[in-house]
T-cell receptor, first 117, second 109 residues
């Protein structure tokens, strides 16, 4: 597995503001992902963070709301823009490590708990 | 819409018993399947991955896969109170994971 850190671990923000979440991995990885886990719910993939190119967003998520950067193979950021209380969630980054014939095993960072007031 | 279904529980078992957690999925093309454990307030932790039909054992955990029935299960033998958590089933779909809603397991001392 890999050691993954996220900053901040939690934050309370006012509506209309933006927050940038950082994800750092202790080794170079090709696949990095950003997920959201709303209160009492399971994980939903926001986007795949691609190194050197634009992120690939899932249905229902757009770049203007969740801009993502991936400047190198160990670091990524997710920004939650123009926040509303509905954005209150845990945001998790994950990395994919090759371990299966046609897939990656994904390991998660500790998460960022965001509360929007 | 590709889906992964789990019984939300809670599944309550006595200490020392076998806990059986089940998951069904809709995408017949999926090849890899994962079980994550998530303690309250923590991030998901990968505990098992499986891609071949049959059983895969790791310590007290056994994952079972039946692709024909589109069914994955996780057995936890000799359940301990420390196993009390939410167990998430995840299915690989083109290198992305689709998660079930999770089953909450309670192991009674």
């Amino acid at each position: 597995s890999a050691v993954i850190s996220q900053k901040p671990s939690r934050d309370i923000c006012q509506r209309g503001t933006s927050l940038t979440i950082q994800c750092q991995v202790d080794s170079q990885v090709t696949m990095m992902f950003w997920y959201r886990q709303q209160p009492g719910q399971s994980l939903t993939l926001i986007a795949t963070a691609n190194q050197g190119s634009e992120a690939t967003y899932e249905s229902g998520f757009v770049i203007d709301k969740f801009p993502i950067s991936r400047p190198n193979l160990t670091f990524s950021t997710l920004t939650v823009s123009n926040m509303s209380p509905e954005d209150s969630s845990i945001y998790l980054c994950s990395v994919g490590l090759a371990g299966l014939p046609s897939s990656y095993e994904q390991y998660f960072g500790p998460g960022t708990r965001l509360t929007v007031t | 819409q590709k889906e992964v279904e789990q019984n939300s529980g809670p599944l309550s078992v006595p200490e020392g018993a076998i806990a059986s957690l089940n998951c069904t999925y809709s995408d017949r093309g999926s090849q890899s399947f994962f079980w994550y454990r998530q303690y309250s307030g923590k991030s998901p932790e990968l505990i098992m991955s499986i891609y071949s039909n049959g059983d895969k054992e790791d310590g007290r955990f056994t994952a079972q896969l039946n692709k024909a029935s589109q069914y994955v299960s996780l057995l936890i033998r000799d359940s301990q109170p420390s196993d009390s958590a939410t167990y998430l089933c995840a299915v690989d779909s083109s290198y992305k994971l689709i998660f079930g809603s999770g089953t909450r397991l309670l192991v009674r001392p």
